[in-house]
C-alpha cells in the first residue's frame, strides 16, 4: 500500500487538539556522523494505519510524505525539503522534524535512516530513535535498534487535553517547562527497557507525553522524541 499524505501546518502553543483516541510521535533530529543527507525515513513495526504526519519546522519543510508497506512493516518517507536545506541538502548540526500518529494506542520505531536525491537509503545510514510506550499510569522506553544508546534524558507530563501533533516539538518551550525529568543519563543496550511510574495519572480525555533525548557514535542524528498517548 502506498499513499501520499499533505497536510497544513500548525503552531498553537499547547491549545487543546480535537480528541480522539491516538498515538503521537514526533522528533527532531539533528544531522550528525558527515556526509549530506537529502530526506528522511522511519520505519514503524507493523502496519500501521497513520492518520497524521508532521513534515517540518517553517525553515525546513518537507513537501512530499509517502507512507508504504514495507514487507511486515510501516515506512513513512519524508521529501523534497524548502526552506534552509533545501537546495544543498542536510549537512551535520542542522535540524529536521518529523512526526506522525497512528490509529491505535501504539507505535514502535523499528528502523530510521537518510536518505539521498534519490530517496535511496545512505549507505551504512541508521538514525537511532529511542521511544517507547505509555500508559495511564507509567512509561516504558525501549531501545528497538542493534546500537547501544546513550540516553540523555527522559521526562514526561500529564495534560488535561491532548496537544496538537504540531505542538510536540523542541521549540516549544511552554510544553518543556511542564515536562518533569524522571531519569538523567544512561545506557541502554539493543532490546533494553527501562520503566518509570507517573507522579500524576492520565485522566479521561486528558494525554500523557514522553521525551526522550538519545544519541549513539554510530547513529545519524541526535534524536529528542516527542510521544503522546491520549485517554
Known amino acids: 500500500m502506498r499513499r501520499i499524505l499533505s497536510f497544513g501546518l500548525g503552531l498553537s ?5 480535537p480528541f480522539v483516541f491516538a498515538y503521537d510521535t514526533n522528533v527532531d533530529l539533528k544531522k550528525q556522523g558527515g556526509g549530506t543527507a537529502w530526506d528522511v525515513a522511519i520505519v514503524l513495526a507493523g502496519h500501521e494505519d497513520t492518520t497524521d504526519t508532521y513534515d517540518g519546522y517553517p ?4 513537501q512530499t510524505v509517502t507512507v508504504d508497506s514495507a514487507g511486515a512493516n510501516t515506512v513513512i518517507h519524508w521529501e523534497n525539503p524548502t526552506g534552509s536545506v533545501a537546495g544543498d541538502g ?3 548540526g542542522e535540524v529536521v522534524h518529523v512526526g506522525f500518529s497512528t490509529a491505535d494506542h501504539d507505535a514502535s520505531i523499528a528502523d530510521s535512516y537518510w536518505t539521498d536525491k534519490n530517496g535511496a537509503r545512505i549507505f551504512g545510514s541508521t538514525v537511532l530513535i529511542v521511544g517507547g510506550h505509555v500508559g495511564s499510569d507509567w512509561v516504558t522506553v525501549e ?3 542493534p546500537m547501544v544508546a546513550e540516553i540523555r534524558s527522559i521526562r514526561v507530563g500529564t495534560f488535561p487535553a491532548p496537544l496538537p501533533l504540531a505542538d510536540l516539538n523542541a521549540t516549544n518551550t511552554v510544553l518543556l517547562d511542564q515536562l518533569v525529568p524522571v ?3 544512561m545506557i541502554l543496550l539493543p532490546g533494553d527497557t527501562v520503566s518509570f511510574p507517573l507522579a500524576v495519572p492520565a485522566v479521561p480525555g486528558g494525554s500523557v507525553v514522553l521525551l526522550v533525548e538519545a544519541s549513539a557514535p554510530d547513529s ?3 534524536a529528542m522524541t516527542f510521544q503522546q498517548r491520549s485517554f
Open 13 to 17: 502553543l499547547l491549545a487543546a487538539a
Open 59 to 62: 525553515s525546513g519543510r518537507f
Open 90 to 92: 542536510i549537512d551535520d
Open 143 to 145: 531501545n528497538t535498534f
Open 183 to 185: 531519569s538523567g543519563p
Open 220 to 222: 545519524d542524528a541526535v
